[in-house]
């Protein structure tokens, strides 16, 4: 299992790499037009590039999360596969597991959120390394007998978990009541027809950080695993926003104040916040009383 984890690990590279090269460089003649949508609306379209049937909104986020994943996880996720083929520890399987987690996430968001183009099977491949490589790497982390040398579950911790599992429904749920309320759809809908990052944040991610609060306070090694993922996806996210605001700005798309403080600030100041516990958990865990 874990040289097949190894071996999904560089072909999730490979495949990230060319996605996001693709998205970022690829050019194509063409410009933004307008189109009328299947609600009525008007939607600006993006006209250039692998996203050019995108909507003008949507893409600088699609671009500024490749940026992320091109120059910041996958060079962690490099580092994290040559530290584990060296080493295989507890920490290290830990570390490779979470890198592989986020781009499980943004994979998802790309191969369901995207129109289609002709990177279709590439992201549908990413998807199935992602999430075989997840499924394996969780498995094995799962053989250790996890421990702490010190308290992991501190009160700041909790309060830490609790925000970022009821900031995502802050940030996501006003729009989705508004919407059902004047009976219309999503403001940014676009031409899609829903937003993936609403589902995933409100169904998977938010729900999960109340799942790891409960298991650390029972003190059980699902809890420190759920920890390492969540805290590591919370740090990518950070910077992820913070390169997709920087995209929206280059191409002159301006975003809503609130939207800005919602979807952006709040997201940044908690992936600050939890810098200090990601370092304090890879600090502290240990594999059967022996720290590692």
């Known amino acids: 299992m874990n040289k097949t984890l ?3 690990s560089v072909l999730i590279i490979i495949l990230t790499v060319i996605i996001s090269g693709f998205g970022l460089f690829y050019k194509t003649v063409g410009e ?5 949508n299947q609600y009525g609306d008007t939607v600006r379209i993006y006209g250039v590039g692998i996203y050019k049937n995108d909507s003008a909104f949507m893409a600088p986020v699609f671009r500024g999360t490749d940026f992320t994943l091109l120059f910041l996880t996958i060079p962690l996720l490099i580092i994290a596969l040559l530290i584990d083929r060296k080493n295989n520890t507890l920490k290290t399987k830990l ?12 994979s998802i968001s790309i191969s369901f959120g995207i129109k289609y183009n002709v ?3 590439a992201y549908t491949a990413l998807f199935s390394c992602c999430f075989f490589a997840f499924i394996i790497g969780f498995s094995l982390v799962k053989k250790y007998d996890i421990k702490s040398i010190i308290r992991i579950c501190t009160n700041g911790l909790k309060v830490l978990l609790i925000l970022c599992g009821l900031s995502l429904f802050v940030a996501q749920l006003p729009d989705i009541i508004i919407s059902l309320l004047n009976g219309k759809s999503l403001p940014l809908i676009g031409v899609y027809t829903t937003n993936i990052t609403y589902v995933l944040d409100m169904a998977v991610i938010s729900p999960a950080f109340f799942i790891c609060l409960f298991y650390l306070r029972k003190n059980d090694k699902i809890g420190y695993i759920l920890l390492g993922i969540l805290l590591t996806n919370l740090l990518l996210i950070g910077a992820t926003v913070i390169s997709q605001t920087v995209f ?3 191409a002159g798309e301006e975003i809503p104040l609130p939207a800005l403080i919602t979807m952006v600030g709040i997201f940044v100041i908690l992936a600050i916040f939890g810098i200090k516990y990601q ?12 720290v590692i």
């Open 119 to 121: 990177l279709h099977l």
């Open 95 to 106: 570390f490779l597991t979470s890198i592989i987690s986020f781009i499980l996430y943004c």
């Open 248 to 250: 929206h700005r280059i």
């Open 6 to 8: 190894h071996i999904l």
């Open 279 to 290: 370092i304090k958990l890879f600090r502290n865990i240990q594999d059967s009383g022996n």
């Open 32 to 36: 933004s037009y307008d189109f009328v």
